[in-house]
């Protein structure tokens, strides 16, 4: 369980590390990122509800389509609805049969269309 705890938490420092390395902005709450575009807004909405009510997969997927034209807008929406999603618990996660490295892996997947893989893997501290 505590080795559970680091691990989301090394998530989301990671998260917040490509937020800083991309806009030079410290993150103190993903809500500080404001989206210019209403109808990401309503998508960020959509895909954290969708998160709560435990569609997880389904929420992966639409973000992968919806975020699909690589926009500002669109890295912002996926940084906060991973955020939302490394605030779930334990129970959570088991719940819905998530295992930590499948959300790493969906996290670096979806940031390296942004970034560079090899920046992706510093940022997530990770040698794959």
Do not use: W
């Amino acid at each position: 369980m505590f080795e559970q705890d680091y691990i989301m938490r090394q998530i989301k420092e990671c998260l917040d590390a490509a937020m800083r390395l991309l806009f030079h902005v410290n993150v103190e709450s993903p809500a500080m990122l404001v989206l210019k575009d209403q109808q990401k807004e309503e998508l960020v909405l959509k895909l954290t509800d969708m998160l709560d009510r435990g569609k997880v997969r389904d929420a992966i997927s639409e973000l992968d389509c919806a975020a699909a034209d690589g926009s500002q807008d669109d890295l912002i929406v996926g940084y906060r609805f991973y955020t939302h999603l490394c605030q779930k618990d334990d129970d959570y996660l088991e719940q819905y049969g998530l295992k930590y490295s499948e959300i790493e892996g969906e996290m670096k997947r979806f940031f390296s269309r942004y970034i560079s893989p090899e920046v992706v893997d510093l940022v997530t501290h990770s040698k794959d």
